[in-house]
């Protein structure tokens, strides 16, 4: 080694360490462990400043609002709030398309969700309102309970009942908006906010991307403006575009055309402000633009009379009365209302998590959960659909200044101004102008297929997470799909525990660093131990792969080499009754030739012994040598290390199978002269095990040491001041005065292979 040492070399100088030993010397503090009683008393203790504390965080605006720097901020906010009100409108109208309830419902959805999220939310920059996923879940509840086919007229009279129908399908809409509120505060109320962690990126991703798909596809019809069933469920789209071709010669061509000019320059401007975001002020409203334009071409040349374009028709003004959602409709909207709260909740909260990280403040995940189910329940009551926030809307409120929810307020009383005032004015807009405003700001949602690529590279599992549930979703429908593709997430998470990374390590010389064997040349193996280490939590499910890869690694099996030694004692102990093998202090010594191999199998049973055959005379304790060639054909594999260590400072944690599966493998080795040390193990594993009865007196706490350089410095300490004796060989001391051979114990009996584990667990675990 060279002995110069470099400026960026460090030494220690420490004691060895066990973790009993450190546990000691630095005085290890108890545990405390509360009863359930204590921890009730706690948790329902009240003071003022716990419960001032409580009801900020209940009621957000009574903690920003005082603070509110008015100079600064409200600028920003009213120019945020006008403009982010201006695409609340058009959208808002646009995303009734997609569930399937009259355009004047989108507006309501615009309005009321922000009015509650004001009070109880906690980002500030989230505009909360209609998302195209959302609307798309609602809609395709809205035409499974609410079809056309069930509102049509009496046989004398041709057509739909459009007003029962409207009233049904916006009864529906509310009631699912109301149900998805219900889930969403009971979620928040029991702090199950983490759940959403589980909607990792890849598949929210997927979902969105193939939620996207489904919006196209639904937009299509009204594009093209032909007349179609409506299809739900198991491979929907297909149904869809089979339907939109056998009547294409149905095309309204004026409307054709107005929808894809839309799509054009609403996205040429989108890219615009994009590119010169930084060098213009405000981004140009374009959906605005588009669609002032548009109700005055259709009203000037009256469209729907000349061209038989579909318009808006009718848009009220003034607010609808609020109204009870029907509870017999909630048994058949169960399931599909707790994904649409679950994937609302996700998209919001990872929005409002991103602009919080860009502006440095923190976004509470349980009391969004709140924000979000109060904002649902209440407009369930006034005739809205299910909110959320969109990323283009929100993109609008935060880059045109907006800095608190003053903005989300604002842009609130500008749809209310429509809702009163300007909704007329849209009437005679061309549906097609408003599916185009609603294709165009799917482009973000499509542009992630661009990840595809560079997960594939990063991360294969995730990858196949997100095409999994991208294809599970078009194919199967988004309720159905999102939980496919969570089935498939939590699958990954089990195949990787299930089956971990284990390695053999290897020391760097003259340090205390411990690397994968195969993952560098100038690595050595420290003769006589091995060092296994298992990169995973260990439980039921990968116990046995743990054993599988740890008998790999060493080379062979521990109960094999117990089972072997015994029955080869067993023979010794003939020959020796027979006077073939004399045992002396040098070992065994063949007195007549015997002429046997050692094979790997047994060539003939060995005679019994006779009576009156010459005894040995001396009690001569010795030394197997198991390295060596016995006096007797059995093949016994051989066991080149005397100690074994295991790195657990990948282990986060045991079960009970787990830790009386490993306490048997250690007993495994112990009894065929290989000790064995843990290192690693954090104070909660140590304790874990200690519950888990996983030390008695044959496994005591001793194998535990602080890291895997102590373990093998003691280890070396020992192997170099004592002999390391088999345990078996003390069989030998007794050979001259018995008379039959030694039987197996009791455990011994027990001991079968790992395949067994009933018996070897339940044997010797206890």
């Not at 009801?55 to 920003?76: A, C, E, F, R, T």
């Not at 401007?269 to 409203?285: A, D, S």
Request: net charge negative; aromatic share 10%.
């Amino acid at each position: 080694m060279d002995e110069c040492f470099h400026e960026n070399d460090y030494h220690v100088s420490r004691r060895i360490y066990s973790n009993w030993v450190f546990d000691q010397v630095h005085e290890r503090q108890a545990q405390e462990i509360q009863s359930l009683r204590e921890r009730l008393s706690r948790a329902c203790r009240c003071t003022d400043k716990w419960a001032v504390q409580k009801i900020k965080g209940l009621l957000p605006i009574l903690d920003w609002l005082p603070k509110y720097p008015v100079k600064q901020w409200l600028p920003g906010d009213v120019v945020s709030g006008v403009t982010t009100g201006l695409v609340c409108c058009l959208q808002g109208v646009a995303y009734a398309l997609l569930a399937s309830v009259a355009p004047v419902y989108g507006l309501y959805s615009a309005f009321f969700p922000i009015l509650t999220y004001f009070v109880l939310g906690t980002s500030r920059h989230i505009s909360v309102g209609p998302f195209p996923v959302t609307c798309l879940m609602v809609g395709s509840v809205v035409m499974t309970l609410a079809p056309d086919e069930h509102f049509l007229r009496p046989v004398n009279i041709t057509g739909v009942n459009e007003t029962a129908r409207e009233a049904q399908r916006i009864l529906v809409a509310c009631t699912m908006t109301l149900l998805v509120g219900l889930f969403q505060v009971a979620m928040g109320l029991m702090q199950v906010g983490f759940l959403v962690r589980y909607l990792s990126d890849p598949l929210v991703g997927g979902f969105t991307t193939a939620a996207a798909f489904h919006v196209f596809i639904s937009q299509i019809k009204t594009i093209v403006s032909v007349p179609i069933h409506n299809h739900n469920g198991f491979f929907s789209f297909a149904y869809t575009l089979i339907d939109v071709s056998r009547n294409i010669n149905q095309t309204n061509i004026a409307d054709l055309i107005a929808g894809l000019l839309t799509i054009f320059i609403v996205m040429a401007v989108k890219e615009i402000n994009t590119k010169f975001q930084h060098k213009i002020p405000v981004p140009i409203p374009i959906e605005v633009i588009v669609t002032v334009i548009a109700s005055a071409i259709s009203h000037v040349m009256d469209l729907n009379s000349q061209y038989g374009t579909s318009i808006v028709h009718s848009l009220p003004m003034g607010f609808a009365p609020p109204q009870i959602p029907t509870i017999a409709l909630i048994g058949n909207i169960l399931g599909s209302s707790f994904s649409t709260a679950v994937v609302g909740y996700a998209v919001a909260v990872s929005v409002a998590k991103v602009y919080a990280a860009k502006h440095d403040y923190t976004v509470d995940g349980n009391q969004e959960l709140i924000a979000f189910g109060v904002s649902n329940i209440f407009g369930g009551c006034f005739s809205s659909f299910v909110a959320s926030t969109a990323l283009s809307r929100t993109a609008v409120q935060e880059s045109t200044g907006g800095k608190s929810q003053i903005a989300g307020i604002i842009s609130a009383l500008m749809v209310m101004i429509v809702i009163l005032a300007l909704g007329p004015f849209l009437q005679p807009l061309q549906k097609s102008v408003l599916a185009g405003i609603v294709i165009a700001n799917l482009k973000g949602m499509f542009m992630q297929i661009s990840e595809v690529p560079v997960l594939w590279r990063q991360n294969r599992t995730d990858c196949l997470i997100w095409i999994a549930t991208c294809l599970a979703s078009i194919v199967l429908g988004l309720d159905v799909g999102l939980l496919a593709g969570l089935v498939f997430e939590m699958g990954t998470v089990v195949v990787r525990t299930q089956f971990p990374s284990c390695a053999t390590l290897g020391n760097v010389p003259n340090t205390n660093i411990y690397k994968n064997m195969k993952d560098y040349k100038n690595i050595d193996e420290i003769p006589g131990i091995k060092i296994f280490k298992c990169n995973s939590p260990i439980y039921f499910a990968n116990i046995d792969y743990f054993k599988e890869k740890l008998r790999e690694e060493v080379g062979f099996d521990a109960v094999r080499v117990f089972k072997k030694r015994n029955k080869a004692l067993k023979k010794i102990h003939k020959l020796i009754k027979k006077g073939k093998l004399q045992a002396t202090e040098n070992g065994l010594v063949p007195v007549a030739s015997l002429g046997v191999e050692n094979q790997a199998f047994e060539k003939e049973q060995v005679p019994e012994l006779e009576e009156g055959a010459s005894q040995p005379d001396s009690e001569v304790k010795v030394q197997v040598d198991w390295t060596s060639e016995l006096p007797v054909s059995v093949s016994v594999p051989t066991v080149h290390f005397h100690s074994l260590m295991v790195d657990f400072s990948a282990v986060s944690f045991l079960d009970v199978v787990a830790a009386k599966s490993l306490k048997l493998v250690v007993k495994e080795f112990i009894r065929i002269g290989v000790s064995v040390y843990i290192a690693g193990c954090d104070g909660e594993l140590v304790r874990r095990m200690e519950a888990l009865s996983f030390f008695d007196e044959e496994v005591t706490r001793d194998i535990l040491f602080l890291s895997v350089h102590d373990a093998i410095l003691f280890i070396q300490l020992e192997t170099s001041t004592e002999n390391d004796e088999d345990p078996l060989a003390e069989k030998i001391s007794q050979l001259q005065d018995d008379k039959e051979p030694l039987p197996f114990t009791e455990d011994e009996d027990l001991i079968e292979t790992y395949d067994i584990q009933h018996l070897a667990i339940y044997g010797l675990s206890n």
